[in-house]
Structures are given as structure tokens and as C-alpha cells.
């Protein structure tokens, strides 16, 4: 997500930091270039007005000039323009037990999964105890789907699909009261916004569960027709504010950028990935620190704590020692494939976004599991002294392994690398990288 406008915003601030002083055709060309950015990334044409506008008001005075750095000074003002778009954090309000949160959209923008994923980061993050209930009564399979979802990660859950209309919802607040929880997630079918008799269900299931929060899940790579749609739910049932899916893929980004400001609603949450606890709040200003190339290494370090385990300690203490064997490069690639999608990871370290092109992460995965073989294969003194692994040593682990001599080339060549990475690391630090990734 983003990494259309970063790579734009990134090279045009490389360029304009090179110059010094700014005059105004600078300034007016910069922002030129900033416009063409956010319209190609499908940012609303008004928001981009609104926001041009304004950052030039800001900078065509005194402070520019007096500014040591004029380039930093003009992104300055944008960053603080872009997090003024998107508005202050907010967060779904629960304030008592029998309150029922509501999810609606389009079929297919994940609102199941993003059910227990909301599941999952109330019971983690706020200690609340949440029941599971699914009223999509035309697909049998998203309820089991949610079901299935929640008992695996143990949630309560309504399990009698029998039930179908409104006279279901009735015992909702009871039966989940009986459990002990804290709150209600409903996940409602998914419909088009322009279909008028699914539109009008959703609103007598809304007036008969009376949510304190009603949510719509939005699909990130749906582009300009996410606003469309956005404004259609909330002319036809109405909603709260929104939960974005699918932010790790490629989608330019400019809809979310846009929706509190055409919408006037917030964004609570974001999905980042598969598993059930990719959800992060959305907040604005380290959405355009990773926009802007600046990082989020705050963020970075919510995550690490999140995902760090006893063995990645001590696996970091004999680093720090300067060992590094094939036991520590398994436990390294364990730790990465737990902190989500690498590429993500890259926009959170300032200055990495643009480096990322250059690292390979799309198959890890399928080497982790292709590697762990190999590793599994070894003897104990192959995988303490990798430099004793000549060929007649890789074509035995090979066979052992069910792989091929050149999977094992392959993990030994990658070893190497995570080896001299972590020399450069503890010798030249993130700079370091920088340069050996360049």
C-alpha cells in the first residue's frame, strides 16, 4: 500500500533536497508533481485541490525562507497536510455488555475473517470477551466459515444455523450474556449497494439489533469505486466508520487517503495480512511517515515485541557474539515469516522503502520449508561449520532432504548472505544495510 506515492514523493524531495533555496516556480513545480502523483494513485481530485491549496499557503510565507532546509520545510507541510485529510485515530466504541458491533460491505471484502480478526485484537489488546454470531442466511458457508474462524481460535460462536429472518437475531444479547461476553460481532451478508431490497434487509436487521457500532468493511484494491460505494452504504443503512482489507497488496492507496475527507468517517482498522492477528488501528501519522518515506519505527517495534519469543533473544545474544550457524538463520527466517509480509516491513525502517525492489521475499514460505529439510538432513557439525559442506556433503543432504544439490547451493548461498548481513549490522547498523543493499 502506498508504495506508488512513495516512490514518487521519495525521488522528487531526493531532487529538490539538492538544490538549496527554493523560489516559487520551484515550490509551484514540486507541488505539480505531487498532483499528478496523488491523481495517478486515485486520490479524489477534491481532496488533492483542498490539499495543494493549502500546503502553498503554508509555505509561500516568511517561514520558508527563514527555513535552514527548504525541502524538509515544504515536506514537513504536506506531512502534517496529509495527516490533516485522514483525521484523528479513533476507535470502536464498546461500552457495555450486550453491545452489538455490526459488519456490512460488499461480498468478498473479507468481512468474516476481519470478524475475528476485530475478535481477536479486542480479547489481546482491551481484555474484552467477545461472541461471534453470523446472519448471512443466503450462503450457508460464510456461517460455517465464521464458525469454523472462531472455534479455532476460541471464540464463542453462535452455531445454530437452523435459525433464518430477523426472528434469529432475538436471543443474540441472552444467549451471549449466558457465555460471559463483553460484546457482540455480527457479520451480515455481503450486498451491492445499489441493490435496493438487499439494502433494505440490512436496515430492519439494523433496526432490530440496534449496534452501538456499525461497521463497513471496505476491499483497499477496489480504487476510485470504493468512495462510490462508501456513499451508497451510507445513504441506504449507515455506518459508523470503516475497516479497510487486503493493505498489503499493490493498490495505490488514494481511497483511503480520501475517504475521511469525501465520507467524513474514520477509519478504525486496517487488515495487513492473512493471519487472524493482521489488524493494526489506523493511524494517520505513521500512514504518511511510511507515505513519505520517513518510517514507522514505532510501529516497527509494536510489532517486533509482539512476535519476539525467549529463543529470538537468545538467538540475538549469540549474534551479538559474533556466531551465526544454520540453526540461527532457521530461527531468523521463523522470526520474519511471524512479523507478517517482509515488503512491510521496509516501509516501517526510514529510507528502506525504496530499497525493498531489491531484497527477494515473495518465496519465503516455500523455502522456509524447503530449507528446514535440508537443515534437518545435516549433521551437527555441518550445520555449526557450514565451510566443510563440499559437494560430496551437498549431494548426500540433497537425497536425504527429497531436494535438488542446486536447493541446497541455494540455502547456503542465502546463508551466507543473512551471515554477512548481520556482520554489517552489528558493525555499521542500519547504514550499514543501506549500503550493502544498494
Do not use: W
Not at 84 to 111: E, W
Not at 236 to 248: H, Q, S
Not at 249 to 269: E, H, T
Not at 309 to 334: C, M, N, S, W, Y
Amino acid at each position: 500500500m502506498f508504495e506508488f506515492i512513495q516512490e514518487k514523493i521519495t525521488k522528487l524531495f531526493d531532487k529538490l533536497s539538492k538544490r538549496g533555496l527554493l523560489s516559487e516556480q520551484d515550490i509551484d513545480d514540486a507541488l505539480k508533481d505531487v498532483r499528478i502523483a496523488l491523481l495517478e494513485a486515485d486520490v479524489h481530485y477534491r481532496v488533492v485541490k483542498e490539499l495543494l491549496e493549502s500546503v502553498k499557503q503554508k509555505v509561500m510565507g516568511e517561514e520558508l525562507s527563514k527555513s535552514i532546509n527548504p525541502s524538509q520545510y515544504l515536506l514537513r507541510v504536506l506531512k502534517t497536510e496529509l495527516i490533516g485529510i485522514m483525521g484523528a485515530p479513533a476507535a470502536v466504541k464498546i461500552s457495555g455488555t450486550g453491545d452489538i458491533v455490526m459488519l456490512l460491505g460488499l461480498q468478498g471484502t473479507g468481512k468474516t475473517t476481519t470478524a475475528v480478526k476485530l475478535a481477536k485484537y479486542m480479547r489481546d489488546k482491551r481484555g474484552l470477551k467477545p461472541y461471534l454470531v453470523s446472519i448471512d442466511f443466503t450462503r450457508p458457508a460464510a456461517q460455517e466459515q465464521l464458525i469454523t474462524l472462531a472455534k479455532a481460535h476460541g471464540f464463542p460462536v453462535n452455531e445454530d444455523v437452523s435459525a433464518k429472518g430477523i426472528g434469529a437475531l432475538d436471543d443474540i444479547r441472552l444467549v451471549s450474556a449466558r457465555q460471559g461476553c463483553d460484546f457482540i460481532i455480527v457479520d451480515t451478508a455481503g450486498r451491492l449497494h445499489i441493490d435496493t431490497d438487499l439494502v433494505n434487509e440490512l436496515k430492519q436487521v439494523k433496526h432490530a439489533l440496534h449496534p452501538a457500532q456499525t461497521i463497513l468493511v471496505i476491499d483497499s484494491m477496489m480504487g476510485h469505486d470504493v468512495l462510490k460505494m462508501a456513499e451508497g452504504f451510507q445513504q441506504g443503512v449507515g455506518y459508523d466508520g470503516a475497516i479497510f482489507t487486503k493493505f498489503e497488496g499493490d493498490s495505490r492507496g488514494g481511497a483511503v487517503l480520501s475517504f475521511r475527507k469525501i465520507i467524513n468517517k474514520p477509519i478504525y482498522y486496517v487488515g495487513v495480512g492473512e493471519a487472524v492477528s493482521a489488524l493494526e488501528p489506523f493511524e494517520p501519522e505513521r500512514m504518511v511517515a511510511r507515505i513519505v518515506g520517513s518510517g514507522d519505527v514505532e510501529g516497527l517495534v509494536e510489532k517486533m515485541s509482539e512476535v519476539v519469543t525467549g529463543e529470538d533473544v537468545r538467538h540475538a545474544q549469540r549474534l551479538a557474539k559474533g556466531k551465526f550457524t544454520f540453526p540461527d538463520f532457521i530461527q531468523q527466517l521463523k522470526m520474519m515469516k511471524r512479523l507478517g509480509p517482509v515488503e512491510s516491513l521496509f516501509d516501517m525502517v526510514p529510507g528502506f522503502g525504496k530499497l525493498k525492489k531489491n531484497v527477494r521475499t515473495d518465496t519465503l514460505k516455500q523455502d522456509m520449508k524447503v530449507y528446514e529439510a535440508i537443515i534437518s538432513s545435516m549433521t551437527d557439525q555441518e550445520r555449526r561449520n557450514p565451510d566443510i559442506l563440499n559437494g560430496k556433503r551437498r549431494q548426500r543432504i540433497a537425497q536425504g532432504s527429497g531436494t535438488k544439490p542446486e536447493d541446497v547451493n541455494r540455502l547456503i548461498k542465502r546463508f551466507y548472505e543473512s551471515q554477512r548481513m548481520m556482520d554489517i549490522l552489528q558493525k555499521g547498523g542500519i547504514k550499514g544495510i543501506q549500503r550493502f543493499l544498494q
